[in-house]
């Protein structure tokens, strides 16, 4: 599917002008489908996943992979939970406390009938003979942490362009909250801590902190969130933090003068034609969403923390594990998580958060990858005789999407604190990196808590996009780590052969 652009169109072989005068703009040619021959290609790459799910490592799988402006693999495998959890009416999936009764495990939709809530693909008949649980390309997954990079840092990456974020202003700047801690908690580090430092995880603030289990709505998640403590001055230490992508949602939200979820959808999801993207999708939407975790008689397990089940490298997690009081297992929405975002900082949020919320399919985010390979320095894109673009129907003179000088400041590592592998948002590849053994130095990607990645290689011109949902059924599965590595090899050394 080509992209549209306004500021220049790039004709296809029959000289057509594709425009859709609504777009922002990306001076680049459309990402091209060339996935025929993938099975032999990928081949190796493929079976790894197939023998990950026949391992339980996670029970559903979505893949893209784009090379060279091409979208060269788009692949699904596995089914939307183990064959074992399928159960019928008439079944119990293996591990649940009792039989599963739809309108008491978890709702029903309004006006569908009483046999369609949110976890019925997997457990009625009438809704699996109706829709399946095998997973497609356009099965929609739930990004966890990819919501960073995605949404939140190309967010920041636009109002950077536009004069409206200063990187280096300090957070309490924009979120005079974050000053407003009780009188016995006063922190005068807290002043120095600035929207780039809570970008690269170097503010300070802790990995992850347990804030839903006592605020009960939004306003009252966030209001702990600003008076969570620091843990080292800012700029010192490098610690991945879901608190700081929070502030940062909300500064950006600030800047922006409208809600996250909007200006995405706007600036960057509608422009980029990511139709599928979006965070807390609507009700018919659901029940096709790959579930995340069982709740009905535990929480995902925080045993592991969530910085280390997201691939930061061992001198980022916490000096000390939660106290196993805080570990404990437990029953926070007493429902199986499907079509609503697992992260239950991001659900008491309302679903629209910095660190976490946003929903995608495997082709909406290579689309988004190709366009960051396209804006980035020395993209394909500049490469293309003028001879071969013609100027936009539309009388719009935009920019493109993102100015390459942007990318690569927002890309690169930072060069503190000493040892960091975090660009602004963004991370790199350390070894040993889930990226693999192939990705080169100047590569960047991310990691999600549910068992998603990108990773972008412009020197290779090339992205790899894995989602799955290794979050079910209680979030304990750490298999990913090991198996992603050796997908990412196995697809760079399929392409070396095979292109």
């Not at 197939?50 to 699904?76: E, M, W």
């Not at 978890?106 to 997997?122: E, I, L, N, R």
């Not at 990995?207 to 008076?227: G, I, P, V």
Request: with cysteine; charged share 20%.
């Amino acid at each position: 599917m080509p992209y549209s652009v306004t500021y220049y169109v790039f004709l296809d072989e029959a000289g057509a002008d594709n425009v859709n005068a609504k777009s922002l703009g990306i001076p680049s040619p459309p990402l091209l489908p060339a996935f025929g021959p993938q099975d032999e290609i990928f081949s190796a790459a493929f079976t790894i996943l197939r023998d990950a799910i026949a391992q339980r490592a996670f029970p559903a799988a979505s893949i893209a992979v784009t090379h060279q402006g091409r979208l060269v693999a788009l692949q699904a495998f596995g089914d939307f939970v183990y064959p074992n959890d399928k159960a019928d009416d008439k079944d119990t999936p293996e591990g649940a406390p009792s039989k599963l009764r739809l309108g008491e495990d978890f709702p029903v939709q309004a006006g569908t009938g009483a046999d369609t809530g949110p976890g019925a693909p997997f457990l009625a008949r009438s809704v699996r003979e109706k829709w399946g649980f095998s997973v497609t390309p356009a099965t929609i997954f739930d990004l966890a942490s990819l919501t960073k990079v995605v949404a939140t840092t190309t967010t920041a990456m636009l109002l950077y362009e536009r004069g409206l974020l200063d990187l280096d202003v300090p957070a309490a700047a924009i979120i005079p909250e974050f000053l407003s801690t009780p009188t016995e908690k006063k922190d005068p580090r807290r002043r120095d801590v600035t929207i780039r430092m809570l970008l690269a995880h170097s503010s300070g603030l802790p990995a992850y902190e347990k804030l839903f289990l006592k605020a009960h709505d939004h306003d009252e998640l966030l209001h702990a969130a600003y008076a969570v403590p620091l843990t080292a001055d800012p700029g010192s230490r490098a610690e991945y933090s879901d608190i700081g992508f929070i502030l940062l949602g909300v500064a950006l939200e600030r800047l922006a003068g409208e809600s996250l979820d909007a200006f995405c959808q706007r600036e960057i999801f509608g422009p980029l034609g990511m139709t599928n993207t979006t965070f807390n999708p609507s009700p018919d939407l659901r029940s096709k969403i790959p579930p995340t975790a069982d709740e009905r008689d535990r929480e995902c397990s925080a045993d592991l923390p969530r910085a280390a089940a997201e691939g930061a490298p061992a001198r980022e997690k916490p000096k000390s594990p939660e106290p196993p009081s805080v570990n404990r297992p437990s029953t926070f929405r007493h429902h199986i998580i499907q079509g609503e975002v697992q992260d239950e900082n991001a659900s008491v949020l309302g679903g629209v958060a910095g660190h976490a919320g946003l929903f995608s399919t495997a082709e909406d985010i290579a689309k988004f990858a190709h366009a960051m390979l396209q804006c980035g320095a020395g993209a394909l894109a500049r490469e293309m005789p003028e001879s071969q673009r013609v100027r936009s129907n539309s009388q719009r003179t935009t920019t493109p999407f993102l100015r390459p000088e942007t990318v690569s400041l927002f890309t690169r590592r930072e060069a503190a604190p000493q040892g960091t592998s975090h660009a602004l948002g963004w991370d790199t590849p350390s070894a040993p990196s889930q990226s693999g053994k192939h990705f080169s130095p100047n590569s960047y990607g991310h990691l999600g808590y549910t068992g998603t990645s990108l990773w972008i290689d412009p020197t290779r011109h090339l992205s790899i996009t894995l989602l799955t949902n290794r979050t079910w059924p209680d979030c304990s599965n750490q298999a990913v780590k090991q198996i992603r590595p050796k997908f990412h090899d196995a697809i760079v050394e399929g392409l070396d052969k095979g292109f």
